[in-house]
């Protein structure tokens, strides 16, 4: 039996790297294609038909958002299954997505775990149908069969609402682009807080210093500690919006020298290419060494 055929979109490769690897380990009869923008994976899309779609809603070129109307206007991706990968969850975009027929979300950072629950849920019947073989999908499955409630429909058939991220994910090396600039830290003595999600955990901390390409954070000591190169997503407040900003954890380390330090120094490099990104991430800089 022919295998059911996925495209994960993303610009950043750490995170196609994450999806690959659930996908290869939970689902073996998904075979994964990849596209680093919305640019390729239209022309992915026109050569042949995918099953399943995650995407990333900020890219440079081509959003997620402009490739689902892209999809949505093409008879053969009318119901194909568009899961959104995003660290925004506000409400004006989730309605956004939800009027243009996205199925699902999946916020970043996100698990493993998270990502295979989505999957089963808006694939449903279509795994069984293609007899999945190995135990650890099988298993997956069985786990979350109260979460095949939408079967393969797009969102515009679906009565209830897709549910904004909850989860909470980044490439393996900064942005070699990127200009390089001493770090800036905060002026006198105001602190700047920053809030750092992880997959299993949200950590509020200070902000030390911060690049084009990493962000240095001062936070409490937490039982759920990330690892390095888990994924992260740092919010900061610019004032009259907030700031996304994609990454990774780089580096982490005690802030005191005795194992009963109640404080840690996170740095998360940045992983985001999307020039408005960069720019906002300019402007704070500018502000925070001012």
């Known amino acids: ?31 994964l294609h990849e596209a680093a923008d919305g640019r390729k994976a239209q022309t992915l899309m026109g050569r042949e038909r995918f099953d399943l779609i995650l995407c990333d809603w900020e890219m440079p070129e081509v959003s997620g958002l402009e490739l689902l109307q892209w999809a949505r206007g093409h008879s053969q991706y009318s119901d194909t299954p568009f899961v959104m990968v995003t660290s925004r969850g506000d409400k004006q975009h989730v309605v956004e997505a939800i009027r243009e027929g996205v199925s699902d979300y999946l916020g970043k950072p996100f698990s493993p775990e998270s990502l295979s629950k989505k999957i089963i849920k808006v694939l449903g019947s279509q ?29 515009k058939e679906q009565k209830k609402a897709p549910e904004p991220p909850s989860e909470a994910p980044a490439d393996t090396g900064a942005a070699d682009g990127r200009a390089s600039r001493p770090a800036a830290k905060p002026r006198g003595s105001e602190a700047t807080t920053v809030d750092l999600r992880f997959a299993e955990a949200t950590l509020r901390g200070v902000l030390r210093a911060v690049t084009l390409n990493e962000a240095r954070v001062s936070a409490k000591r937490d039982e759920q500690l ?20 994609n990454g990774y954890v780089y580096q982490l380390q005690a802030q005191e020298k005795h194992p009963d330090t109640r404080f840690v120094q996170i ?3 940045f ?20």
């Open 1 to 31: 039996m022919s295998k059911l055929k996925a495209l994960v979109v993303d610009d950043a490769s750490f995170v196609r790297d994450l999806v690959r690897r659930t996908i290869r380990s939970q689902f073996p009869t998904i075979e």
């Open 226 to 245: 990330p690892a390095i190169l888990e994924q992260a997503v740092v919010d900061m407040d610019l004032g009259d919006k907030m700031a996304r900003l």
């Open 271 to 290: 992983v985001d290419d999307d020039p408005q990104k960069l720019a906002d991430l300019s402007h704070f800089i500018a502000r925070f060494q001012g």
């Open 127 to 155: 795994l069984e149908d293609h007899d999945q073989g190995a135990s650890a999908s099988s298993d997956a499955f069985r786990q979350s069969a109260d979460l095949l409630t939408g079967g393969g429909r797009s969102q």
């Open 267 to 269: 740095v998360v490099r």
